[in-house]
């Protein structure tokens, strides 16, 4: 049995059925098709699947599809702007090296710019509390702290 | 010192911009059409036989398209002992055995089809102890295996892990102290974010495309050629391409159980078939770290001159052979080389057990080695009264040395290493005051300039350039994250005399790309670069030629700066490198830019006694940590970090921080916290929640310190730094912990446990 | 993942109603990081969920000297909430500590506790705290305190079809400082090895030694100049996590200190029978003779943050590691 759920992603509106059972990250990669979205565990634990309801992080692994309707969803999709342009946070991981295999990138770029968003000036123990949910095994963190600093314009 | 244009310089990842915005395709992204899923079901035994395997209600289930067993699949053995199979049919030796598997048309399916496979078993008694598993009269995990001079059934593998030099015995007993001290280390798991997977397709002809996340695309290749042949396919070709690799680490150098699994399913099922592993199969289904129970044993003289160091090593083997067994080979660099000590013994042997069996990672035995050795060296030192920093000193490594094991040390940093970490940590200041702070030091060595493991250590690279001035360079590199790519874009560029962003570097796919050993021992720089910096030469050569006839100007005279040829001796006669490229092309009997160089570092096998030199050059680093130890709690908080490290060069400097960062947050969790936990041959921890890899909030602030001996083998100078930053973390941390405390801990990781029950026997001694 | 159907009732009436539809094949799910996993994981195997999220009311916080939190409101709310961190700090510190960023925008206070676990961080501080919590079901509601809700590792005396609506905390005596310590191997995403809270109330908020209290003096130093100023604890509650099947009040320890003047001697025997009280177990995340001396050691330093919590109240954030 499906359901009808509609929501803004990116920006757009979208109008879906789905299985009632469907994970947010399922929706978004198999359903939406936007791979951009990572699973690394599946259970909540790396922060890899991490994209923004409004507004606000949330691991889409462990979170049910049928809860987005009615609210808006970004995805690293969305961060470019109509242009194409990079967002700052995009540019400052790029600058600072805060890129290696990538695989957490999308996820940790969501959470820094819900970090951004809330608080704009951050402290190096503020960045480091914002993106303690993101797990990332080939930078070591500090460039990514190095770039999120750079894009708050500290 | 001379000025570079694109060497030295931080410039981003050329493949940052597709990672950042999303767009980047790793495996889990990827889909061809008609494209089948598939999943293994594993052992449930640690140890048993296996009696009778009825796949026949699964293969019922509506979407399944191929179902394998170790009946119905031809004798593929794979494994550096090659004694394993894809899927057991007589027996299975540990819970990470493949036993079946199915490509249905969705995972789900596949995953319930599992369930329905029916296998009866006969338990067998199992073996988790190497210690246990040596002695006479051990169960046997093979019972085909037979090893020693009488060629009797053993566990213990017939692996000539010997190495001797001068007469330790001798000098033992010259020697004024002896430190005898017994270290353990346990498995660790890579972690890498992007799990593991394969798609693996034939075409209509039966030629094999496998998309892979290999870290050996070459040797891969042949690896899967020889699996096909095994499966009756005959002159049939294979390619491997590379999707985008969520990380290595070494976690890709050797190939899995699951990447043949995947190719028989395909041929099969006639169909496309993907595997991906789940977080829980990346962690207990594939490799981790090397385990070893290390006794060592070292000596000095009274001015604390090293005089010997005898090691004895027993590896926890698993239940198969893959890279781990080879790690003694890695241990016997810092066994034999790390500070100066004339005698040198090691003898390791690696033992069957029912345990999870272990593969190469970031370092290679190197850190395990290294924890033991230069955690021991603080305890000699400590005997013979002198303070480490000054034994090290004393006992460094020299530019020209030649070690026991034949290593011709050329540069060597590492004096300038342990100066500028004492520096740092303010060290005859702050040490020995052991009131709950300490400062520890570390020192390593590695490979810097390739590692001639194999009959080749080489990297083949392609170049041409088109009537723009845009250079493809087409190189057998594997790009894992780490950089490479963009290492390879600076130093043709370099060499060119072009800009960065003019550089397309492709790695992706061997029918396109020349031949290259691997992404291992930290020699993608040092390997790639210089066959990439030959090529680029032997193009620019190609140019100038052809620009010496529109420009009037012998090739000598000219050079090539910016996109713009210009002749050296009167620099107003120029042109630019795009007009001189069409003229070239747009002529008759015309030319296009295109040239090869393979670079096979002039490096030596290890003979049969294990020496030779390995590497074109060593790549030498300290590590400094400043301590604080909760007396109460047992917790161990770093306060500062420094990692100073001899990189010959630094290409990309953002880039190589980044590495020291990574592996250096990497080594510090296999210090004080990472650990896979196995219990009766099952693992315990198989998810991020009970495995600690250090988070944002737990790494310290380190500090990198970058020394440039400039090599004269590597590159613009260049050494390699991939695996160096996560060698001699334990050591200094536990060197910093006994500076702190007064505690030496042997055994990884460093948990609180550990400290607060050292704390409490060294106030209440049994 | 097991399929199932997911509803989204608009009121209580509606949700109650759906759930004795379904009985036994529903379940609720509030935000859902506990439940979705525990389906993932195969523990928990249900037909049917449903949705707390879309009924209003859930998730207000009412402050009033005593505190009122819906069952819904997530650790995020908390995490940022002014008026808990004055006043309820054990609290703020449990919401901190949970998990991440992500996991607390979604996860909720009622499903915390509703799950169960030993472990759960804001067990401890809400027992410590007298909460009482109040049970909704069709045909009415019920309120018991929090010391009588859990009953077994992830089993509390909810009956089917029955929620937690919302938690009540009653108001302090003047002079309450708590504090709640998760010992944890590292610093986010993590389970703790042990938990432990404790509330205090003193009969002053001043004390003549209060610059040792940031300082690295050892507890002992700090409370032997505090002997002086004779305080009198006028309220102690000590609650511990993980080393029990449910997280429970060590309430022979609080009755040594109940009433008494404070003094490093008594705060010892206090932790002592505190970690008496406890069956620590060997288990994966830990071993019980390591829980157990944690146990004396962390119940001192949380006493000590709750009086630094009582004297010095504007200064709430303190150093990770203190003492």
Redesign the interface.
Known sequence: ?R?RISFVLNGEPVELEI???L?LLQLL?DRVG???????????????C?VL?DG????SC???A??V?GKSVT???G??DAQGN?HPI?KA?????A????????GL?L?AK??LDENPKPNEEE???????????????????QAIKAASGQ | MEEFVNVGK?I??L????????????I??LKVPGMLHGKILYSPHPHAKIINIDTSRAEKLPGVKAVLTGYNIPPIKFGVYKDNVPLKAKKVCSMRDEVAAVAATDPDVAEEALHLIEVEYEILPPLFDPEEAMREGAPLIHEEHVGGKEKKPTNVLNLPWRLVAGDVEEARKNSTYVAEDRFKVTWVA??????SGCLAQFDLKNNLTIYSITQIPSLAQRDYMEAITAMGLKDKKVRVIKT??????GSKLDTYAFEYIAILLAHKARKPVKILF??EEEFFATSPRQPAIIDIAQGCTKDGTLTFRDIRMILDNGAYTSWGATTPSVMMMPISSLYKVPHVRYIAKCVYTNNTYSQAMRGYGNPQATFAIDSQIDILAEMAGIDPLDFRMRNANTPGEVTPQNFKINTCGLRECIDVVAQKLDWRQNRGRKDGRGIGMASMIHVGGGARVYKSDGCGTIIKVDDFGTVNVVTGATD????SDTVIAQIVAEELGVRVEDVVVTHTDTDICPWDVGAHASRTTFVAGNSAKGAAKKVKDQLLEVASKSLGESPENLDIRDRIVFSKKDPEKKSPLGKVLRAAHYAAGGSMLMAEHFYDPPNENLDREFKGNLSVTYAYGTHGAEVEVDKETGQVKILKYIAAHDVGRAINP??L??QV??????GIGYALTERLILKDGKVMNP???DYK?????D?P??ETIVIETNDPFGPFGAKGIGEPGSVPTAPAIANAIYDAVGVRMKDLPITPEKVLAALKEKANPK | ??????F?PKTLKEAFTLFAKYGGKAKW?AG??DV??MI??KTMAPDV?I?L?GIPGLDEIKFNGSLNIGAMVTH?TIEASEIIRKNFSALTDAADYL?????R??ATVGGNICTAAPSADTATPLLVFGTQVKIKNLKGERTLPIQEFFKGPGETVLKPGELVQELLIPKFLPNTGSAYYKLQRR???DLPILGVSVLLSLDKNQVSCSDMLCTASPISSVLHKMEEDGIVCKEVRIALGVVAPTPFRAVKAEALLRGKKLSDELLEEVAETAANEAQPRDSLRGEAWYRKDMIKVLVKRMAMKSIERVVQPEETIFPERLW
């Open positions: 049995m359901e299985e009632p059972h994970t990669r936007l791979t951009g979205t990572k699973e690394g565990c599946g259970m909540g634990e790396c922060g890899a991490t309801l606000k992080t949330v691991n462990i979170f049910p049928m809860e309707d995805t690293i999709e961060l470019t990079l995009q991981f790029i600058e600072y090296g890129i290696q295999c990538g695989f957490c990138t999308p770029v959470s819900a970090l960045i480091r509390h914002g993106i303690a949910g993101n797990l990332c095994r080939c930078t070591g963190y500090i460039q990514i702290i | 931080r981003p990842k493949d940052a911009e597709e990672k950042v915005t999303g767009k980047a395709i790793y889990h992204d890579h972690c890498c974010l992007g799990t985008m690799i969520g990380g290595g680490f789940s977080r894992m994250g780490q950089g953002m880039l921080e980044g960062y990574g592996g250096a947050t990497m998810n991020f929640l890899m250090l988070t944002a909030k790494v602030n380190i | 993942m097991k399929a199932f159907e997911y989204k799910i859902g990081t979705i996993v993932k994981q969920l949705s999220r995020r998990g991440s960023v992500q996991i925008n979604v610093l986010a995403l």
